[in-house]
């Protein structure tokens, strides 16, 4: 059975999808958007480093409504503005994940809501 996660760390989904969902023991995150705590209709400042730690701590909160953490993490996929920012994701993505790190997709974008430099999506399995 399917249920909605809805958690208090992370923002409002913009559109008709959940932030994320369960079925069975896998926990699938949506795409996340480095949205500001402070505007819901802003992004964090800075950029692809603020902007991925952003990501990566609204993805650890849906995780959290469900007792998961970042460890729990199977398979995540990246989509990047522009691919030159792939070298500073990664320090971020390994420093946060840790090892051993999920498998991992990246796909380089021509543009993402907001003007985002960085969206993230994953799969875990509690």
Do not use: W
């Not at 730690?53 to 503005?81: F, K």
């Not at 990664?90 to 990246?106: I, L």
């Amino acid at each position: 059975m399917k249920y909605a996660i809805n958690a208090q760390g992370a923002p409002e989904a913009f559109g008709p999808y959940s932030q994320g969902t369960t079925a069975g023991r896998l926990v699938f995150a949506s795409g996340q958007l480095p949205i500001s705590h402070e505007d819901p209709r802003a992004l964090v400042d800075g950029g692809i480093t603020e902007q991925t730690d952003r990501v990566i701590d609204i993805i650890e909160s849906i995780l959290g409504e469900v007792g998961c953490t970042l460890s729990d993490v199977a398979q995540t996929t990246v989509y990047l503005a522009s691919l030159s920012d792939l070298e500073a994701m990664n320090e971020v993505y390994a420093r946060r994940f840790g090892s051993p790190a999920p498998a991992r997709a990246v796909v380089g974008v021509s543009e993402l809501p907001l003007g985002s430099l960085v969206e993230m999506d994953c799969i875990a399995c509690r």
